[in-house]
């Protein structure tokens, strides 16, 4: 029962009594927190005080002749401070007296009793806690001075000042610097090295610059080496930061070396075996003043370099620890000593591919950056049956430095070879020689490819260059927006810029970064060169400068590609001649060749443009009709790059592609083409060859946006009124769903293709002076923007939809074929457009089988049912009743019922004609029952019963059971009963709660499913008395009715509901009674699940207005 209506002039003054009695009652609590603090303060100074008098009265006792000496010597106590505000200090570690450890145990004491007086405020106190870490020696010493009873017992100064006479014993000022001075690097690091020199010169009276020289003495031969090419400090302390940052630039260095080479010595497979030579002796190479190939200004070793580098075990080439060149004690016939290399193991080796008709071979190649050609062992060339062709003069193989090596004359070379690296494919014609392994050496850096127009332009390895460079984020301009910029446009000219990239200057100083090497020499490049990772960004940039007027309005420039575009030939020739002089005037120039002016219909970046459309290259088509069908993860990947650039074409592209994209996933399998991804990729192959022409958008005109979203998939078209008044595409789309996406409801996911289309297209849709119209085949979404009830997710999209001026038209699923299917390209088989049921299939995992219903089901074939049988209920045989009756009472699901609940319960599903006669006497013999339960007598009427709810949950009652065991942590239950339905809800709880406790967890297991109710009745519990629950129900609208008091009746249906939950609890845990909590789920979908008696329906029934199926025969058709 609710009371009356309050005014809000009442409202607002019980609101402002209740701030008014919070601020005192705030004002209260820091009263009460300073008090706190001042008696804390007290009892501190009270235990300081006691402790002082503790040690007076000993010293009167003991020392009677120096009382004067040791009152002076007293310390007052320290003034108390807060134990909050005192920082934590760790005790230092235990000390047996050994190992010269005494100044740093008594620095930490000195940091404890300074930093936490309050807790060892006498000398009595610290010299306790000093004993206390004693062990061994040390022990046994302190002990024999407390023994004495002298002032060291009483004064902590003198204490430790025996201590340190006892086991201390410093080093003399000698010692220490003859160990300063002998102190060497070694095998440690420079950053272990100073951190033993800085403990030392502290301990001694050298300068700065002796410091400094002993500790550039101490360092290692290695580290001396690399810091003699450098300007030293001449400080101490510049010094060592220098030395810090070399060794570490050298670990840094020798680490990456070490994972390089291992790296490189990993052994690649082969297809067809090469040649296996015996190794031969490594190449003697005669050492001059030309330093070693590759070496750009390299010299020549001194003589004590080299002796040097030979007696610390250093390369003798470039004095690296990894590897060793060997010096032969024998002269070669200059004069200078030669050098025998170890094989290497920095060698850059590929694994490549011979691609020779349907064989593809994989060997490993050599990458030589300084070889002049491409060469290929002559056994190897047999081996696998290239063919080769006589050269008109036979070519000797030479050295960088000119001598001839030991190889003869090459006569032949291999005809083009197909080659591919990576991604990369090469036709390579091989000189063949005598080679070792690996048995082909790939030369040449640098290399020309063929432009589109049978030129020849330079390419150039840059990647290692290209990792080092930050790179430049300007963008390229996307090439939708060209097209779409076209809308009647009917004159076309395309103009292609000569030279491109070399028309941008390096830097000057920069020049270095850019070099390359060729048979001819070293160069390097003064304007940018193709194949650096900022040149498309810069170039861009810088073409976007000279154009910037015009981008937009009558031109559009794609790096060195430019498109103008008019609509009559008036303003075309006007246009062209603009761009023109302007590019003159910046000494930019066009290849003739390329250009094409004043076309209807012209070539433009992939795409064929006109005044009707656009449509794709016929010349790229003809690559799609004969591409063969991928055999591995990079072809696939090839052809899918290739399909998403012309996706805007292909009506379900995305649904189309799947088969194809699941199998660009991460997978440790080998690649293998489905059944399914050869019909995908088939079928793309058909759709570009037929794709229609997309005509140009013209905003000036109402689009038609056709939406449909199957269970997987998204698909949309965009869509205007050509002159002949049907419409005609501009542009396809689709998407796929995620998981999450997928689990949406059937409107929610008709809605989310509805805003990812106006995502698509928002360009063109938002803003336009005329509504544009979306077609969708789900009618409920035609009022979506008039609903005035919305879940969140739907929320924020009708947000969204504010934006755009449109409105939902309902079109059924056959009248929207195009969008409906795009949508539903993903799925493998075609469906029927059928209503979708509101919970979306995917998320049944499976339908609840019962093993007792599949043997009534099959015990039908010996014993028909009879005729009577109701209708959806299956007749149980005789030999099967008993396994019926222990199902419908004795389990978790129901829960050991009385008598009229156990047969409502078994009577939803079977059914025989003695069911009721034979549910009496199974529950009245049932010896669980017997010993949980307690016997039931209706009791006399209420004389005022609680008035009848008119809903559910609009009143509820709520109670705890207590004095539980411990289970899960947990000891009381939280029984909420809606007074209506009867449904209850059960919360296991680690103890009895506060007001505030009981309020969040009405608001989270009440509210959060059922929304506020108008009435809570409780019992006169400390949580519900409380002046928090009083105002926690006042706020929400909630009426608070606290029974009687000694009268539990007033609140029966808890107790009720209480009784029911400790008669389940008892059969189900009478065993193992901490194993409550694990049944209390069933408890309550027990009680929910039968039938009430007051209600005649169960609370699920009530509340929702089915009851749950249980088994698969009861679900409905």
Not at 128 to 143: C, D, V
Not at 146 to 159: H, M, N, Q, R, T
Request: net charge neutral; aromatic share 8%; hydrophobic share 35%.
């Amino acid at each position: 029962m609710s009371g009356p209506e309050m005014v809000p002039a009442d409202l607002e003054h019980l609101w402002g009594v209740i701030q008014q009695q919070s601020g005192e009652i705030m004002s209260l609590r820091q009263e009460l927190v300073g008090l706190r603090a001042e008696v804390n303060a007290l009892r501190t100074e009270t235990a300081s005080l006691r402790t002082e008098c503790g040690v007076l009265q000993s010293d009167l006792t003991a020392l009677q002749s120096n009382y004067d000496d040791l009152a002076a010597a007293q310390i007052a106590p320290a003034e108390p401070v807060r134990p909050a505000l005192q920082p934590k200090i760790a005790l230092p570690d235990k000390w047996d007296g050994s190992g010269g450890r005494c100044d740093v145990f008594l620095t930490n004491l000195s940091l404890l009793f300074e930093f936490q007086p309050a807790r060892y405020p006498s000398d009595r106190s610290r010299i306790a806690l000093l004993i206390s870490l004693l062990t061994g020696q040390a022990a046994e010493w302190a002990a024999a001075v407390l023994k004495a009873d002298g002032i060291a017992a009483y004064s902590y100064p003198e204490f430790t000042t025996q201590l340190r006479a006892a086991f201390q014993h410093p080093e003399s000022e000698v010692e220490v610097d003859s160990r300063l001075y002998h102190l060497r690097q070694g095998e440690r690091s420079v950053s272990q090295y100073t951190t033993d020199f800085r403990t030392l010169a502290v301990q001694t009276q050298w300068s700065d610059a002796a410091l400094r020289t002993a500790f550039y003495e101490g360092l290692s031969t290695r580290l001396k080496d690399e810091l003699a090419v450098r300007e030293l400090p001449a400080t101490l302390e510049g010094m060592i930061q220098l030395a810090l940052r070399v060794d570490q630039r050298m670990g840094h260095t020798t680490k990456r070396s070490t994972l390089r080479h291992r790296h490189l010595d990993q052994p690649f497979t082969h297809a067809v075996a090469a040649p296996s030579p015996p190794p031969p002796a490594a190449p003697e190479a005669h050492s001059s003043g030309a330093g070693e190939p590759m070496q750009i200004g390299r010299t020549s070793l001194t003589a004590a370099e080299r002796a040097r580098r030979y007696r610390e075990g250093l390369c003798a080439y470039c004095a690296s620890p990894d590897h060793h060149h060997q010096v032969k004690r024998g002269r070669s016939s200059s004069g200078s000593a030669t050098f025998k290399s170890y094989p290497a193991v920095s060698r850059l080796l590929l694994q490549v591919l011979i691609l020779m008709g349907h064989q593809r071979i994989v060997t490993t190649a050599f990458v030589d950056s300084g070889a002049a050609g491409n060469f290929i062992d002559q056994a190897y060339a047999a081996q696998l049956g290239i063919e080769t062709e006589v050269l008109s003069q036979p070519l000797k193989i030479t050295a960088i430095d000119g001598r001839p090596l030991n190889f003869s004359p090459v006569t032949q070379r291999t005809k083009e070879v197909h080659l591919q690296i990576d991604n990369h494919f090469e036709k390579i014609h091989f000189h063949v020689t005598k080679i070792t392994s690996p048995p082909i050496i790939l030369g040449h850096p640098s290399s020309v490819s063929d432009s589109q127009h049978m030129g020849l332009r330079p390419c150039v390895d840059y990647r290692g260059l290209n990792q080092l460079t930050i790179k430049n984020r300007h963008p390229l301009p996307l090439t939708n927006t060209a097209l779409d910029a076209l809308s009647g446009a009917r004159f076309f000219t395309k103009l292609d810029l000569r030279s491109a990239y070399n028309l941008v200057r390096i830097r000057e100083g920069d020049e270095w970064k850019t070099a390359f090497i060729t048979p001819t020499g070293h160069y390097e490049t003064l304007v940018m060169p193709f194949g650096l990772c900022n040149s498309p960004s810069v170039f861009q940039q810088f073409i976007n400068d000279v154009l910037r007027d015009m981008l937009g309005r009558w031109c559009y420039a794609y790096l060195d590609d430019i498109l103008v575009y008019s609509k009559t030939l008036e303003e075309h020739t006007q246009h062209v001649r603009a761009v023109l002089r302007r590019l003159l005037a910046h000494q930019l120039y066009c290849k003739l060749e390329k250009c094409a002016f004043h076309q209807h219909t012209t070539t433009f970046l992939g795409f064929v443009i006109s005044s009707q459309g656009v449509a794709m290259d016929p010349q790229k088509l003809e690559a799609v009709r004969s591409w063969p069908l991928p055999t591995s993860l990079k072809q696939l990947q090839r052809f899918l790059g290739f399909a998403n650039f012309y996706r805007r074409f292909i009506q379900g592209f995305s649904a189309t592609a799947a088969p194809l994209t699941a199998l660009t996933k991460p997978s440790r399998g080998e690649f293998q083409l489905t059944p399914e991804a050869i019909q995908a990729f088939k079928k793309l192959c058909l759709l570009f060859t037929t794709a229609p022409v997309l005509i140009h958008p013209n905003p000036t005109k109402p689009f038609v946006v056709e939406v449909d979203a199957s269970d997987v998939g998204v698909g949309a078209v965009l869509s205007q009124r050509g002159p002949d008044e049907k419409l005609h595409p501009c542009s396809f789309f689709s998407r796929k769903f995620n998981p999450t996406q997928q689990r949406y409801g059937v409107g929610d996911r008709e809605l989310l293709a509805i805003k990812w289309a106006l995502e698509e297209w928002r360009h063109w849709l938002q803003g336009g002076s005329d509504p544009f119209t979306v077609w969708t085949d789900h009618q409920n979404l035609t009022v979506i923007r008039q609903t005035k009830q919305l879940n969140p997710r739907q929320a924020r999209w009708a947000l969204f939809f504010e934006h755009f001026n449109f409105h939902l038209s309902y079109r059924p699923g056959s009248k929207n074929a195009k969008a409906d299917a795009i949508s539903r390209q993903h799925q493998r088989d075609t469906t029927s457009s059928e209503p979708a049921p509101v919970l979306p299939p995917h998320i049944i995992l499976a339908p609840l089988q019962w093993g007792l219903e599949e043997r009534v089901r099959q015990s039908h074939s010996l014993e028909p049912p009879p005729p009577e049988t109701p209708a959806g209920r299956l007749f149980v045989p005789d030999h099967l009743r008993k396994e019926v009756l222990q199902w419908g009472h004795d389990s978790a699901l129901a829960g050991h019922q009385g008598v009229q609940r156990t047969i409502s319960f078994i009577d939803r599903a079977f059914w025989w004609r003695t069911l009721r006669r034979d549910v009496q006497e199974y529950v009245q013999a049932c010896n669980i029952c017997a010993r949980s339960k307690t016997a039931n007598s209706p009791s006399t009427g209420e004389l005022q019963p609680l008035p009848i709810p008119k809903r559910p949950w609009s009143h509820i009652s709520v109670d705890f059971v207590t004095g539980l065991p411990d289970s899960q942590g947990k000891n009381t239950i939280l029984t909420i009963v809606d007074r209506f339905s009867k449904a209850v809800h059960l919360v296991a709880l680690t103890g009895l709660p506060s007001a505030k406790t009981t309020a969040e967890l009405i608001l989270e297991h009440v509210v959060r499913l059922h929304g506020f109710p108008k009435d809570i009745v409780s019992d006169r519990g400390p949580q519900f008395t409380a002046k928090f629950w009083q105002a926690f129900c006042r706020l929400v609208g909630t009426t608070s009715s606290l029974s009687s008091g000694f009268h539990p009746q007033t609140n029966s249906q808890t107790e009720r509901a209480n009784q029911q939950l400790e008669r389940f609890l008892r059969c189900f845990a009478s065993e193992h009674q901490r194993s409550w909590a694990s049944y209390l789920v069933w408890a309550e979908l027990s009680n929910n699940l039968h039938t009430s008696t007051a209600t005649g329906l169960s609370p699920f029934e009530v509340c929702y207005g089915f009851q749950p199926p249980i088994f698969e025969h009861q679900e409905p058709e």
